[in-house]
């Protein structure tokens, strides 16, 4: 079992920063893939990216290629999501997930096993 906890949201002007941190309880954590996923009202849930557990593999949703960058410290069991360059469509309900399923891909929900509750992120124009 593997429980997940976002933090970092908030509300920023369009153009700004946020760094979100997903932290992980286990002694496994290094063996899962984590993903960002984000969900806008109205909207599904889109993967955002994905990061391996050695953290030697990311993979980006092409929306926010060069703005954002996925990271890891697995001996902090945390995952980490360096948001830049924020726009309003940005805003939206950030998830971390785990899993290490090898027969769906990162970019798929159903890869992850493991969600945390999300936290919001608000950029304002």
């Known amino acids: 079992q593997v429980q997940l906890v976002e933090s970092g949201g908030g509300l920023v002007q369009a153009g700004g920063s946020l760094r979100l941190s997903c932290a992980a309880s286990g002694r496994t954590f290094s063996s899962y893939g984590m993903g960002w996923f984000r969900q806008a009202p109205g909207k599904e849930r889109e993967f955002v990216a994905f990061?391996?557990?050695?953290?030697?593999?990311?993979s980006y949703a092409d929306s926010v290629k060069g703005r954002f960058t996925i990271s890891r410290d697995n001996a902090k069991n945390t995952v980490y999501l360096q948001m830049n360059s924020l726009k309003p469509e940005d805003t939206g309900v950030y998830y971390c997930g785990a899993g290490r399923t090898s027969r769906s891909s990162v970019m798929d929900d159903v890869y992850y096993d493991y969600w945390g509750q999300g936290t919001q992120v608000t950029v304002s124009s």
């Open positions: 990061i391996s557990g050695s953290g030697g593999r990311r």
